[in-house]
């Protein structure tokens, strides 16, 4: 939060989770090595707190409103697919759920196809932010108060079902091991919209196997 009064927000956010009962933590929680005058040492010193703190993590609240454009924070992104891929329950909130085609300032429209800034049309030009985040994430029209209060309302409604004798597996707190085997590599990037996407990610794959 890049603002004058960001740490008091912040300060004042984890205290109201505090008094629901909630165990916090926050990304400047711990120290970091963000005096050294090398940028690639701070980014390793911020990387391996948020790789340890999200080992413990078991539920992410995060803000989606536009950072850079009309998109979350990069970090922000990356952080909740973390937290999914783990199991933890994933949150976010945001006073825009407006379609991507508003929000995108570049964005235009063509013989009724909405197109992205590279001149390639964007399939998921209504929905207020990318698949992957639709997916994974509970999304909240309101702000962080609202969003912790309809996590509190989840949590009671999932006593209840317990109550009920059913079952809720928590995954939460598992680890990923992975066998020894040949690296199954996902090959991500907005290439796959162009329309010779096909043969862009045929080339990449085939190196792997060159190399793998």
């Not at 850079?68 to 909740?80: C, F, H, I, K, M």
């Not at 809720?168 to 707190?173: A, G, L, R, T």
Request: proline share 3%; with cysteine.
């Amino acid at each position: 939060m890049r603002y004058t009064y960001g740490y008091d927000a912040l300060g004042a956010m984890k205290a109201r989770a505090h008094a629901l009962g909630f165990g916090i933590t926050l990304p400047n929680d711990h120290p970091l090595d963000m005096e050294n005058p090398d940028k690639q040492k701070r980014a390793d010193s911020i990387f391996a707190d948020f790789d340890k703190v999200m080992k413990d993590t078991t539920v992410i609240i995060a803000d989606l409103e536009a950072y850079r454009g009309a998109e979350p924070d990069s970090g922000t992104v990356y952080e909740l697919g973390m937290a999914y891929a783990k199991g933890a329950r994933c949150y976010g909130y945001t006073r825009d759920k407006r379609s991507l085609a508003i929000k995108n300032q570049q964005s235009y429209l063509k013989d009724r196809k909405t197109y992205d800034e590279r001149g390639n049309v964007m399939p998921y030009a209504e929905l207020p932010f990318s698949s992957t985040i639709i997916g994974s994430t509970k999304i909240v029209e309101c702000d962080y108060d609202d969003c912790l209060h309809m996590l509190m309302t989840d949590i009671e409604e999932e006593y209840k079902f317990k109550a009920g004798r059913k079952v809720i597996v928590d995954y939460s707190q598992h680890v990923t091991e992975n066998e020894k085997k040949r690296p199954l590599i996902y090959l991500a990037g907005f290439e796959r919209y162009d329309t010779n996407g096909d043969e862009i990610f045929k080339n990449e794959r085939n190196l792997c196997k060159t190399w793998l």
